[in-house]
């Protein structure tokens, strides 16, 4: 017999993976169930596969597959109460081609050049919406983890919440990865490393192009 929350994961998953044909991020699961962290998915998901649920796909990242659904479940109307889907809905192949948009400071603002190369990406890494992904130049956003060299995958958006990492063009030209906040009548884009001090404009000087959704990082 499965737990209240254990049951409503399995309900979400099935019902996405009737939808869309791919299975939900750990992101989107977490906030589905209301849990506090990523970790009580995994306890979760790990409960369900040993008891035969679900499975995970090999050589997907994270996708999953529902083997069965319990008796008593209905699914919603999918499925009649006491007998489970002749067929159940299998994750596509959750890897996305995402545009790879040249190289964006995490220092002084450069340039953000326009490129044609892809990058790919487990769809599980990203929540809903269109998305992009920038190499990062430079340190000044060291202290949370983000590297020279890294992938920051950007979820597209012209705005951005107090203390988002936002994607930021200023003047229309130069692009910057910093922290967003307001100060005043003035925007401040806050660095995460002590050697760089904070950059202030005027709001028309500064457009938000998208905020960061997932990092991704070659060793």
Do not use: W
């Amino acid at each position: 017999m499965l737990t209240k929350k254990q049951h409503e994961l399995l309900t979400f998953i099935h019902d996405r993976l009737a939808e869309t044909g791919v299975s939900p991020s750990f992101e989107e699961m977490k906030d589905a169930l209301e849990l506090k962290s990523k970790s009580g998915v995994h306890r979760l998901i790990s409960a369900l596969e040993e008891r035969g649920f679900i499975r995970r796909l090999p050589n997907r990242a994270r996708a999953l597959e529902v083997v069965k659904m319990p008796e008593q479940m209905s699914a919603k109307g999918k499925s009649p109460i006491g007998k489970a889907p002749d067929i159940m809905p299998v994750a596509a192949n959750d890897i996305l081609e995402l545009p790879l948009h040249g190289r964006i400071a995490a220092g002084q603002p450069i340039e953000a050049i326009e490129g044609q190369d892809s990058l790919s990406v487990p769809a599980a890494f990203l929540g809903s919406g269109e998305h992009y992904a920038l190499e990062v130049s430079g340190d000044s956003m060291v202290d949370v983890g983000i590297l020279d060299g890294d992938y920051a995958l950007i979820r597209k958006s012209q705005v951005a919440r107090e203390g988002e990492i936002v994607v930021a063009l200023v003047d229309r030209n130069e692009a910057t990865l910093k922290t967003f906040r307001r100060e005043g009548k003035m925007v401040r884009l806050d660095p995460a490393n002590r050697q760089y001090e904070p950059q202030r404009y005027a709001p028309e000087q500064v457009e938000i192009q998208g905020t960061l959704a997932g990092l991704l990082r070659r060793y």
